[in-house]
């Protein structure tokens, strides 16, 4: 009598992160299918997802269920086991136990072979085995394939796992998010790549014109267009119209032009998204910039010198434009990880930082790993103290420049658009 | 300059204490019969609703045809709750610049240009035509952002307000019925239930101009993976009668709106 697998549910239990998967959709219209894996459904991994948090999940039995049937009901008993499993770990083997006239049965399989250290993102393949008890010869039950996210703990506020919320994670953007952040075991870490791939890696450029955002979200009220973003940034879909600065050396595709706004809020979404409390702070005023490198630019300290401008670096004290207010996130209320622009740092002390940090590594084997060395020679205000933020990028050496700052950064409530 | 400093010296808080009526009749913002953006043709339009005060809002991207260069951004938010919402929305628009504007730069649109309840504009250069303008008209804010192209700006903005101004006001919206609603309730009879976490079908929403947004007061509103016309609930933990809200809106900025309760239980 053969025994079939019908369903797997990772989230078997939406209010408990601790031995289940987490609450998930796909983005603000559909929703991940629960049971994740149905038999008489045909899916691909990415459709038959789980998340699970690090954090909540430590030192807890997470189990998935699993639902089993045989043709007719008969006392039996059988042992059904699983290889493979990638971070979720290959399954011992469990007894399912059909009595009572009964044909079909829940079982829940822990997961005790799991690895749940870092942030990663994989599709893994379990190799389900079953043999009648007492029997010595294993027959294949089936195979199954799943898209697991692993993240550091549940996703903070605008996230939610209130059940059947549209703020539950999205896993259109945890497949960006947990790539970028591969690897890190603790907050700081994924915020610092979020951070890095955000200014890096997606051919932005800051809005030398007027500073505008593109994306929504400023302050309180407001809502980040979290859909735009990841269709238009993250998988490089912007439209070829509108552009801005037509007909100039600057022409660029309009959705690719962002402000610091846009730098911030997208930045916290992402970060939070894999269980990094980056919160989203306004500053109103902010003032006149020392050298920098905005978001895609060179080095400026005059950042609206617009399509045609040909001077966005002048003199250190000279007259010109300057930004009104910024906006940047803090990790937990604590220290500064912006993506919108660098520090401008001469080459020959970059340099220097360089070597500095290379003779450490490698004097000590690789034991310090001087990280904050090794971003100060690339300019990067990351896991830096809002002193130091404010002394490397406001310009404050004359009275205009001066009294154009001032401003001390606000704590905003993030949100994005959901309907 | 803070935006709240500008908005304060112009009588922003003054107008915080006042109601308008709210705009009665739809009105479409069609860059083509606008003659002050003749030259421009639209190239990208967004539509959306603001949930956490509702409002809805159409972008629309112009781009001039022959000055590749000339560019303007107009915004069209219509708030539902009225008034004082598109104050806050004028502050918002008026704030979402990074960029550093002095206070002597910025005017008011109903003392310069007698546009708008209240609004604002300013050149970035500090003199000439605005580069940007925000004005509230009843509940309708208009913002425009114009990149080389600030001589269109105040009459763009003096053709909208116009057209806003002459349009039939009323004192509240009311509810209108949705055929996808109607249709639900013919189709399951008496009240609607559904078990917490279950899921009940709503029916199906054509593709096309008009553009639908759902709002549930628990659970959510969802797309069939298999057939993204067909839209479902999906009840949440909170037990008791719950809320969906359709607003739905074709091509202008007065959009309708139909309820419907659900038992969850």
């Known amino acids: 009598m053969a025994l079939q697998l019908s369903t797997i549910t990772f989230n078997h239990d939406p209010a408990s992160p601790s031995t289940s998967a987490l609450n998930i959709r796909k983005n603000k219209d559909f929703e991940v299918p629960i049971p994740e894996y149905d038999s008489s459904i045909p899916r691909t991994p990415p459709q038959s997802c789980a998340a699970y948090a690090k954090h909540e999940t430590s030192g807890q039995t997470v189990v998935i269920r699993a639902h089993f049937q045989i043709p007719a009901a008969v006392n039996i008993t059988y042992e059904v086991k699983a290889s493979g499993g990638g971070m979720l770990g290959h399954l011992d083997a469990v007894q399912v136990v059909f009595s009572g006239g009964i044909a079909d049965q829940v079982v829940d399989i822990p997961l005790p072979h799991r690895n749940f250290q870092k942030i990663q993102r994989a599709d893994i393949t379990w190799h389900w085995r079953y043999r009648k008890k007492g029997a010595s010869k294993w027959h294949p039950l089936a195979t199954t394939a799943h898209r697991i996210y692993v993240i550091l703990a549940v996703p903070p506020a605008p996230w939610t796992q209130v059940f059947a919320d549209k703020h539950n994670p999205w896993t259109d953007l945890l497949d960006w998010s947990c790539v970028i952040a591969s690897g890190s075991e603790d907050a700081p870490t994924a915020a610092e790549k979020t951070t890095k791939d955000i200014h890096l890696n997606h051919a932005l450029r800051y809005d030398i014109e007027q500073g505008a955002n593109r994306y929504g979200f400023r302050v309180t009220g407001e809502s980040f267009d979290l859909t735009n973003w990841i269709d238009y940034v993250l998988r490089g879909n912007a439209p070829i119209s509108p552009v801005f600065c037509g007909g100039t050396a600057e022409q660029y595709r309009d959705f690719w032009i962002v402000n610091c706004y846009d730098c911030a809020a997208s930045n916290a979404l992402m970060s939070k998204v894999v269980g990094a409390g980056l919160d989203y702070y306004f500053h109103d005023p902010f003032g006149y910039l020392n050298y920098v490198l905005p978001i895609g630019r060179g080095k400026c300290n005059n950042p609206f010198y617009g399509c045609l401008g040909t001077n966005p670096a002048v003199g250190p004290d000279d007259p010109r434009t300057y930004f009104g207010n910024h906006a940047y996130p803090k990790l937990n209320g604590g220290t500064n990880f912006d993506a919108c622009m660098r520090v401008w740092v001469p080459a020959w002390l970059s340099l220097l930082l360089f070597l500095i940090w290379l003779i450490v590594f490698i004097v000590t084997l690789g034991f310090v790993n001087l990280k904050n060395l090794l971003n100060a020679s690339g300019g990067w205000l990351i896991d830096i103290a809002q002193t130091d933020y404010e002394t490397k990028t406001i310009d404050v050496d004359q009275p205009f420049e001066a009294a154009a700052a001032g401003g001390v950064p606000a704590l905003q409530t993030l949100d994005f658009r959901v309907v | ?265």
């Open chain 2, 1 to 265: 300059m803070p935006v709240k400093q500008f908005l304060e010296r112009l009588g922003y808080d003054e107008l915080l204490k006042q109601e308008r009526p709210l705009l009665g009749e739809n009105y479409i913002f069609d860059a083509t019969k606008i003659a002050a953006a003749k030259e421009f043709k639209a190239v990208h339009e967004n539509v959306f609703l603001e949930e956490s005060s509702i409002a809805l809002v159409r972008q629309a991207h112009l781009q001039h045809g022959s000055k590749a260069h000339s560019s303007l951004h107009v915004t069209l938010t219509l708030c539902w709750n009225g008034f004082q919402d598109a104050l806050a929305a004028l502050a918002r628009f008026a704030g979402s610049f990074e960029r550093g504007v002095s206070a002597e730069s910025v005017v008011s649109t109903v003392r310069t240009y007698e546009i708008g309840d209240f609004g604002v504009a300013w050149a970035w250069s500090g003199k000439g035509d605005p580069d940007v303008l925000a004005l509230v008209r009843n509940n309708v804010l208009l913002g425009i952002r114009s990149h080389d192209a600030a001589e269109v700006t105040v009459s763009l903005a003096k053709e909208v307000d116009r057209a806003l101004r002459n349009r039939r006001t009323t004192d509240a919206y009311s509810d209108t019925s949705h055929n996808l609603f109607v249709e639900l309730k013919k189709r399951e009879g008496g009240t609607l239930k559904v078990p917490s976490a279950g899921k009940l079908s709503l029916g199906t929403l054509p593709e096309g101009e008009s553009k639908f947004f759902f709002l549930a007061s628990s659970g959510s509103v969802n797309r069939e993976a298999d057939k993204p016309q067909s839209w479902y609930y999906r009840a949440g933990t909170d037990k008791g009668p719950q809320v969906i809200r359709l607003y739905w809106v074709d091509a202008g900025i007065l959009p309708k709106r139909d309820g419907l309760i659900v038992e969850v239980y």
